[in-house]
């Protein structure tokens, strides 16, 4: 059985994921030419790399079409349903940290704690007449901290592809569910994150796809044990 491992072809994580995966004594050779999607690793016949963006290896993981991922917990989480169950976070690899927060106007001086946050929704649609927006690109994780962990009901979401941050002072929203890791996109468009408005703290994961054929495969195992010691 070949094993496939997606890593990052672009962006913020490619560079240290194959770093990581090199000091685990897993050499990236490309397979043909530099533009190359597909890799292998030096002298393992039966490991194949699939070069993909970070979101589409959240994908693929789910799918179970790629054995292995590096890729962010955030994506995972927002990307699929169930994720514990789908997926074994087999390694945490100490880069590609941001944390998803919940982030409000700073001039909302009384609002520091989601359940402030739930007092202004509430009262939101007779103060304003239409319900609290939150920007983000994270839907799923939202709703779930939103509604399921503290039980606000009363919101809209706004879908935002880019400069998120940017929403409240445009008036395309009112608060922002974003990722931040200086916190300097923040600050420049006075956001404060509420006190206990951490929803998510990410970073950069070897992830698995929980599929029956993993189990007693010397492979897998010999992947997970590398990269740990890697570490
Ligand atoms: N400052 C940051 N801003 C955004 N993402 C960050 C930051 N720091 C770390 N990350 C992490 O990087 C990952 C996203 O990486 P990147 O933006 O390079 O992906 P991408 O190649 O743009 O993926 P896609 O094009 O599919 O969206 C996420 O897991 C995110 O948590
Ligand atoms: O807390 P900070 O250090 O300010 O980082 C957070 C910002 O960085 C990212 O945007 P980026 O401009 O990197 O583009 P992207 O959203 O396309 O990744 C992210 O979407 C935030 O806007």
Same mark, same amino acid.
């Given at each position: 059985? &070949? ?8 962006? *913020? ?12 004594? +897993? ?18 016949? !039966?490991? =194949? ?9 959240? *994908? /693929? ?9 590096? &890729?962010? =917990? !955030? +994506?995972? *989480?927002?990307?699929?349903? /169930? ?15 941001a944390d998803?927060v919940?982030a409000?106007? =700073? ?5 520091? &704690? ?21 920007? &983000? ?21 706004? =879908?935002?592809?880019g400069a998120t941050e940017g929403a409240?002072a445009?008036?395309?929203? !009112?608060?922002i569910?974003d990722i931040t890791s200086t916190g300097s996109t923040l600050r420049a468009n006075h956001l404060?994150i ?8 990410? /970073? ?5 796809? *929980?599929?029956?054929?993993? /189990? ?14 890697? +570490?």
């Amino acid at each position: 059985m &070949t094993i496939t491992i997606g890593l990052p072809s672009k962006g *913020r994580m490619k560079e240290d994921a194959s770093a990581v995966l090199e000091r685990a004594g +897993l050499k990236i050779v490309a397979v043909g030419n530099d533009r190359s999607y597909r890799g292998r690793i030096e002298g393992i016949d !039966d490991i =194949e790399i699939a070069f993909l963006s970070a979101s589409e290896i959240a *994908r /693929e993981i789910g799918a179970g079409t790629v054995d292995f991922g590096v &890729t962010g =917990e !955030d +994506l995972i *989480r927002e990307g699929l349903a /169930e994720a514990d169950k789908r997926v074994e976070i087999s390694a945490r690899l100490g880069f590609g940290h941001a944390d998803v927060v919940v982030a409000v106007p =700073e001039i909302w001086l009384d609002v520091d &704690t989601m359940a402030d946050l739930g007092d202004v929704a509430a009262d939101f649609r007779s103060r304003h007449g239409r319900r609290l927006a939150i920007a &983000t690109k994270y839907w799923r994780l939202t709703q779930q901290f939103f509604s399921g962990s503290h039980g606000i009901q009363l919101y809209r979401i706004v =879908e935002s592809l880019g400069a998120t941050e940017g929403a409240p002072a445009a008036g395309q929203a !009112d608060i922002i569910v974003d990722i931040t890791s200086t916190g300097s996109t923040l600050r420049a468009n006075h956001l404060k994150i509420l006190s206990d408005g951490v929803i998510l703290r990410s /970073e950069a994961c070897l992830v698995r796809a *929980r599929k029956p054929e993993h /189990e007693g495969n010397a492979r897998v195992a010999e992947i997970v044990a590398a990269v740990q010691a890697a +570490l």
